[in-house]
């Protein structure tokens, strides 16, 4: 018995050891490329095609990060895209919760159909409304502004916030409704004061999923924006880029760029890591 038990300790031991080493190996692969951007960023114009490869930069130049700011106006570039993935967040949390909660609280004719069909927005390619959209903001003159990544997003375009916020409140006890209407809440009261307030994680993971989004978009801007002054970061990183073509490319002024273009990404998700977690179960619970 002791030696079977011996036998079992060690078989689970050598499980751990196997899964460990194998999530070592693993991490060592995903993070090499973000290992090799930070060094490069740091390199000067000779050492970056150098053989044997220069695995850590000598000299550091530091002065790469500044030098990216007086080839193309990437302060400007952040401001942007801080401005418009604050306000695009900001409605894309206020529309969501609206119909979230008239999903999640009210009982009335066709709304499981509706629902799907709310769904069937995360099924759709976003290359397919372009034309339309494009047709539509054009006529209202909002072509080369910011109310085309701004706007629509306060209109609860997005389906996938609206799923998480539904799966949240379905789960939460009816019986909290009940109770605030007999002390005389109406259903904005009660969505004001009860629901929000209980949500707070499930609207945290909102934030996550849409500053994310924003923040890396490419196409709508690259439809959109035609100024270079009203470019976005990720906009910039392809001007940037551009304008280093030639016999010497620059690339690790690009490799700066970029690490200061996701480092606000990083941040965010990094510091709210467990409500991104709980977002994914969120997802995956019935309704």
């Known amino acids: 018995m002791k030696t079977y038990t011996l036998g079992k300790q060690a078989a689970k031991n050598l499980n751990k050891a196997f899964v460990y080493s194998a999530a070592c190996i693993f991490s060592v692969i995903f993070l090499f490329p973000i290992f090799w951007t930070v060094t490069t960023s740091l ?4 050492t970056l095609f150098t053989y044997p ?59 499981n159909v509706l629902f799907g069909i709310v769904l069937s927005m995360m099924f759709l390619p976003a290359q397919i409304i372009i034309i ?15 109310y085309p990544l701004i706007v629509p997003n306060w209109f609860a375009v997005q ?50 999923f849409s500053v994310t989004f924003t923040w890396n978009s490419l196409l709508q801007p690259l439809i959109y924006l035609q100024s270079i002054e009203k470019f976005t970061i990720v906009l910039g990183l392809k001007l940037l880029s551009l304008t280093m073509e030639g016999d010497s490319p620059q ?33 995956g619970r019935k309704g």
């Open 43 to 46: 390199k000067a114009t000779g």
């Open 132 to 146: 339309p959209q494009f047709i539509m903001f054009y006529h209202l003159n909002w072509i080369d502004t910011f």
């Open 251 to 283: 690339y690790q002024l690009l490799m700066a760029s970029t690490l200061i273009s996701i480092a606000p990404v990083f941040v965010l998700f990094f510091s709210l890591q467990k409500y991104f977690i709980r977002g994914i179960a969120i997802s």
């Open 53 to 111: 490869p220069q695995w850590f930069p000598h000299p550091v130049k530091w002065s790469n990060y500044l030098d990216v700011f007086k080839d193309v106006p990437f302060a400007r570039f952040i401001v942007n895209t801080f401005i418009i993935t604050f306000f695009s967040t900001i409605g894309t949390v206020v529309s969501s919760v609206l119909v979230a909660y008239g999903f999640a609280r009210f009982k009335f004719r066709g709304r």
């Open 159 to 208: 389906a996938f916030p609206i799923f998480i916020m539904r799966q949240f409140l379905m789960g939460l006890p009816k019986e909290l409704d009940e109770a605030a209407v007999i002390d005389g809440c109406n259903s904005f009261a009660i969505l004001r004061k009860i629901i929000i307030p209980l949500s707070r994680s499930a609207i945290l993971v909102v934030i996550i």
